[in-house]
């Protein structure tokens, strides 16, 4: 039995899909009963027996840090998958990040040692990794973490999460992490993440920043964790990426594939530092979410490179190539919006 966190979620809910239709037997978590809308969503995307496949699954709510239905859900549980996490950059959600990304993730490891799980897979975050000596040096599983650098809340809480997985290794259970890229797959354009940029480029998003990161296909995601899971490697982390691209041309391509205008205005690291401190004016004066933090203007300004050799010399791992994956994101998009409109 196979059970897997944050079911609801974008790699959850793929995730999912490919495990039922390998006809493996799976629980899943989840928090609020109006998410499951999400998981059938996805599962229309790819096959028409979504009722047939969706009613497999052993659905359980539970919060992470609800020790009594969390142990309810491990029983007969040999593998686990966890996905779920809270995503986050805004400073004041710290003490909620560490809640569910450490606190949670300790309560998940130590339930996998008190039910002798044979194998467990993290989803972590590129987010959570080291820095490399100098920019133009790709990142690497290796590169050391530096707690005095001026890291996000959310790295910081993802890398917290890392290390109890690590403990958990220390104490007998198999565990492999991954730390994917923006992560790009239907299904979740209102919530955040990479569904949410396809939504902001489409409505007509203006501006680009100067920075770079690295993309990754979900079902890239899904395959891995899932060779890494039934393969014989343990105790080690690997870097899902397909591309280290520059923001604006993945905002460039992202608008041909829903053929609209292009964002072609800098956002300058001035500008967005100008943004930021209104972002949080507005929060402390009106008490507004906040839409950009400082650390997410540093981020999206920084050209940062990621290797990920050691899953292609592992696995002999090949990625979907990132227009590829852009193309096909952007069709089904689009027919989700002709269908709501």
């Not at 609020?32 to 028409?48: D, S």
């Not at 309560?107 to 993290?122: F, G, P, T």
């Not at 608008?255 to 956002?267: G, I, M």
């Not at 292609?312 to 998009?333: C, M, P, Q, R």
Request: glycine share 6%; net charge neutral.
């Amino acid at each position: 039995m196979i059970l897997v966190t944050g079911g609801t979620g974008l790699v959850g809910s793929h995730l999912l899909y490919d495990l039922l239709s390998k006809n493996e037997c799976v629980k899943a978590i989840y928090r609020r009963e109006h998410t499951l809308e999400r998981v059938k969503t996805v599962f229309a995307y790819y096959n028409e027996n979504v009722a047939e496949l969706y009613n497999r699954i052993e659905w359980i709510e539970a919060d992470l840090n609800d020790i009594p239905l969390l142990e309810l859900a491990f029983k007969d549980v040999t593998h686990v998958y966890h996905c779920a996490a809270f995503v986050s950059f805004e400073p004041d959600k710290y003490n909620q990040l560490r809640k569910i990304n450490i606190k949670g993730t300790a309560n998940i490891v130590n339930l996998c040692i008190a039910n002798n799980i044979e194998k467990l897979c993290y989803v972590s975050s590129i987010a959570a990794l080291g820095n490399a000596p100098h920019p133009e040096t790709p990142i690497t599983e290796t590169s050391d973490w530096n707690p005095e650098q001026d890291n996000s809340v959310y790295a910081i809480t993802k890398y917290g999460a890392e290390l109890e997985v690590w403990r958990g290794t220390q104490e007998g259970v198999d565990a492999v992490i991954i730390n994917p890229g923006v992560i790009l797959g239907p299904g979740f354009w209102k919530s955040g993440g990479s569904g949410s940029l396809f939504t902001s480029i489409y409505n007509g998003l203006r501006y680009y920043p100067e920075g770079s990161t690295a993309y990754v296909d979900v079902w890239d995601v899904v395959s891995a964790m899932q060779q890494l899971m039934m393969s014989s490697i343990k105790n080690e982390s690997f870097i899902l990426i397909a591309k280290n691209q520059s923001i604006q041309i993945f905002q460039e391509t992202v608008a041909a594939a829903l053929n609209v205008k292009k964002p072609n205005k800098k956002a300058s690291p001035f500008l967005l530092a100008v943004a930021w401190r209104l972002d949080w004016l507005n929060h402390k004066v009106f008490g507004k979410r906040r839409k950009l933090s400082r650390h997410m203007a540093n981020s999206i300004t920084s050209e940062t490179l990621y290797d990920n050799s050691k899953i292609k010399e592992a696995l002999g791992f090949e990625f979907t190539g990132l227009e590829d994956s852009i193309k096909n994101v952007g069709s089904y998009f689009l027919k989700d919006f002709k269908e709501t409109h």
